[in-house]
C-alpha cells in the first residue's frame, strides 16, 4: 500500500467544518486515462457535494504502482480540501474494504487480433473476482459504477459474483451514449444540450445501441416541444442520428488517437451524481441497470440500458412510454447481443 | 483549417438565455495537447471565470494537430457544457487572438532529447515574439496573457516585448504549481490540509533555481494561525529537502508518471486565473511571474520574475514590505541571475526571429 494521508491524525479530520462522516470511494484503473480526468472532478466536490469529505481508494494492476504513486503527488499538489486521504493499492482487500462507492473504470481492453471470445473471458476473470471482492469486503449499501468495457456484461458479472449485495446497486454507463445524444440534437436545432431532455439509450453500450428520442424534449424559445416535431427530419432521426451517437467513440478516437477520457469523465460524474442526488423532476436519464420487473418487453437478467428516475438513492424504470415498431426492432436487436454476450461470459464464470 | 462548431445560434437565441453578462473570449494554445486537456472542462463548466460567464472558447494549435483538435472539440461538445457559447479550433493567429479577453498560452517548444537550453530558447523565441505580435495587433488591449509553456519566465517576457501597445502588467506566468506544490508539502509534514497553509511565496524562475520562500507563510493549527517556520521547528528541513522537494516535484511527477504533470498544472492555471479574474481573498497574497519594474526586493527591473502579489479588479500588486533574511536574499539573488542569463541568450535572437 502507499499511503499519502493529508490528515494522517485523525482529530485533525474533525475539527473541520464539514458536517458529514467521509465516505469511500473505490476508482480502479486508476492509472488510467479516464481516472486521470475523473479524480479531479470527484476531490473538489463536483460529484458527492461540497461537503462531503472522501477517501479516495485507487485501485491498478502492480505493473502500475510507479504510475499510482505519481497520480497521488498530483493529488497531493491539487490541494484538495474535501480529500480526506487518498490511498494506492494493488490489493482487491485493501481496495474494497467498507466501500460507500466504487467506480470500476480497469478492464482488459482488447489488444490487435483478440476474438471478442477471448476479450468477455478475460474480463469475466477480472469482474468475477471484483464482484467477489465487493460481498466480502464492501459495504451491503455499496453503489457500483461500470465503466470499463463490455461494461453491461462486466456488470452484470460482478453482480452475480456479489451475491449478498442488492441487484440493484449495480449499474454500468451508457451516460456518456445520452450526452452525445443529446449533444446531436442540440447541434442541429442549434440550442445548448442542456435545452434537450429525456432522450433514452436502449440496451448494450456497444454498436448496437439504440439512442430513441421519441420521448425527448426540447426548449426552443421558451417552449417545451417533442424532438421528432421540432426536427421534421424523421430519417436523419431514425438514420444518421443514429449511427452518429452510435459510433462517436470511434469517431474521437480516430481523430484523437486516444479514448475520449474527457467526456466518459464528465458522463461518469453525471451518472453517479445523479445516483447521489437523484434526477430532477420531469426528467429520466440512461443507466444500464438489471432488466428484471422491466415492462418493455426486455428478457429479465439482463444487464440493460434503461430511461430511469432516481430518488434516494434508488433507481426506478420509467413505466408506459409507447414503443413503435422502429423501436421495437432496435430494442430486440440489442437485447439479443446482450444475450448471447451473457452466454458467452458465463462459460466462463465457473472455470474462471 | 477553420471549424466553427457549436451552437449556430442566431442573435435572438442567445439573447434569450438568462446570462446577464456577454460571453468573453478565451483562447488557450497548446490546445491539442496534455494540459490543455485537462484544463478546457474546467474552463468549460463555470468554475474559473465563474457560473454565469459564457465563454467563446478558442483553441489553437499547429497544423499537423488538427485532426486532434477536432476529437476535443466533439468530446467539449459531449460535454454539454451550457456556459460554453461558441467553441472555435484553429491554427491560424489572426483567427486565435482576434478580440481577446484571456489569452492561456500552453503550448511551447517541448525540450528533446540532445537539445541544448540555447535551441530550445531560440525555438521558443520565435513562437512567443509570433504570439506577442498577434496579441499586439489582434486582441483587445485589456487582455490578460498568462504564459504557462516552458521556460515560461523567459517566453511570458518576450510575448510582452513584442506586445509594446499592451500594458506589461497584463502579462503573467504561471508560478502557481510550485506554489500549490510548497502548500501541499508544508501541509503534509504538519498533518493539515493545504488548505490551511497560506502566504507561501515562489520566488523567481519557474526552474529549478526557484526559491520556495515559507519565511511569511501561515498554518491553521487547533484554529489558530501560526508562523510555518515556528510550527515545524525545523529549519533545516524548511531550508533543505522542502526547498529540492519542491523544486524537483515536476519531475520527479514525470519520472513516476512517465508523463508530466498535467492534471495540477491545470490546476493551477484555474487558480492563477481564477485570482485575476476575482482577486485574492483579505490577508492572503499568491505567486505570479509579473514584471519585475518597480519592486522593492532588489531584484533588477525588466525581468519576468514571480514575486507575492494581492490582486484586485483585475489589478496584481507587489506584497511591500516583507523582510528578507540573507538565506533567502541568496536564493532570490540565484534565480535572478539565472532569469538574466536566460533574458540574454533569448533577446540574441529576438531581433532575429
Known sequence: IRRCSCFPKDVTVFDKDNKSEPIRVLVTGAAGQIAYSLLYSIGNGSVFGKDQPIILVLLDITPMMGVLDGVLMELQDCALPLL?????????????????????????????????????????????????????????????????????????????????????????????????????????????????????????????????????????????????????????????????????????????????????????????????????????????VISDGNSYGVPDDLLYSFPVVIKNKTWKFVEGLPINDFSREKMDLTAKELTEEKETAFEFLSSA
Open 84 to 288: 480526506t486521504d487518498v490511498i494506492a493499492t494493488d490489493k482487491e482487500e485493501v481496495a474494497f474494504k467498507d466501500l460507500d462507492v466504487a467506480i470500476l473504470v480497469g478492464s482488459m481492453p482488447r489488444r490487435e487480433g483478440m476474438e471478442r471470445k477471448d476479450l468477455l473471458k478475460a474480463n469475466v476473470k477480472i469482474f468475477k473476482s471484483q464482484g467477489a471482492a465487493l460481498d466480502k469486503y464492501a459495504k451491503k449499501s455499496v453503489k457500483v459504477i461500470v465503466v470499463g468495457n463490455p461494461a453491461n456484461t462486466n456488470c452484470l458479472t460482478a453482480s452475480k459474483s456479489a451475491p449478498s449485495i442488492p441487484k440493484e446497486n449495480f449499474s454500468c454507463l451508457t451516460r456518456l451514449d445520452h450526452n452525445r445524444a443529446k449533444a446531436q440534437i442540440a447541434l442541429k436545432l442549434g440550442v445548448t444540450a442542456n435545452d434537450v431532455k429525456n432522450v433514452i439509450i436502449w440496451g448494450n453500450h456497444s454498436s448496437t445501441q439504440y439512442p430513441d428520442v421519441n420521448h425527448a424534449k426540447v426548449k426552443l424559445q421558451g417552449k417545451e416541444v417533442g424532438v421528432y416535431e421540432a426536427l421534421k427530419d424523421d430519417s436523419w432521426l431514425k438514420g444518421e442520428f443514429v449511427t452518429t451517437v452510435q459510433q462517436r467513440g470511434a469517431a474521437v478516437i480516430k481523430a484523437r488517437k486516444l479514448s475520449s477520457a474527457m467526456s466518459a469523465a464528465k458522463a461518469i460524474c453525471d451518472h453517479v451524481r445523479d445516483i447521489w442526488f437523484g434526477t430532477p423532476e420531469g426528467e429520466f436519464v440512461s443507466m444500464g
